[in-house]
């Protein structure tokens, strides 16, 4: 037994890995992944009893994983007679060239790094990325993966989202306020237009309970009465649906009640003139 865990498997220059040291290796990846799946059991139950959301607990496991597994393979090295400390010194040259060849990987790694200490982007999250609506299911060490609204994935550099403006809808809350537009004819009472607006908002069981919809007169349009109805929803991610079912029962409201949906209309004036000119040619 002793001299297959002593058998060498290849040597470079002074150094040499044997059996035995592959097994140390594994003895320390093991030991890694138990200390770990130990950390993060304990905090879920620490967390279980307060605030803290799954996204704020995956970013701090993050963290603690990445700093975990940089300890282990300085340790893991150290332990077969590789100094770490010779090694970067020596390889500093290539490591430079590495690094220049890298820029935008490193880039992205220190985003993420930035991202997962400041919290601003979690497991969960609805974000708005130049008008596209993802949302977060995994956040890794360079990438994040967002999954849009048509369910197709995309892998999201980190540096794209520190250099880029993007709209976190579920940042602070796990609801938000949206609305709807829509034009009536003139005439209309508007009293009855408001509240068939907030019957219609009301109505949906994705819209919440505790925070009543409202409508709002917002202009005279050229051809229409302009309104919007304001309503809260907490399914951020597929609110268009809900937008859709809210329309429909508008249009069915305003339907029974006789209430008119105008389309745009202009008035052609001519002049006498201009009639006598169109009859001589």
Known sequence: MKSILELNLFTIGKYSLSVYHILYLGLFYIGARLFLWVIRKALQRRWSSKEFDKGSEYALMQIISYVVWIIIIVFALESIGVKVTILIAGSAALLVGVGLGLQQTFNDIISGIILLIEGSIKVGDVLDLSGDVVKVRRIGLRTSVVENRSEIIIILPYSKIVTDQVINWSHNHNRARFKINVGVAYGTDPDLIL?????????????????????????FGNSSVDYEVWFWSDDIFRVEQVKSDIRRTIARKFNEQGVV?????????????????INNK
Not at 196 to 208: C, D, G, Q, T
């Open 261 to 277: 949906i105008p389309f745009p209309q202009r008035d052609l004036h001519l002049k006498s003139s201009d009639i006598g000119m």
């Open 195 to 219: 509240k068939l607006l907030s019957e219609s908002a009301r109505e949906h069981p994705k819209v919440v309970k505790d925070k009543e919809p409202f409508g709002r007169l917002a202009d």
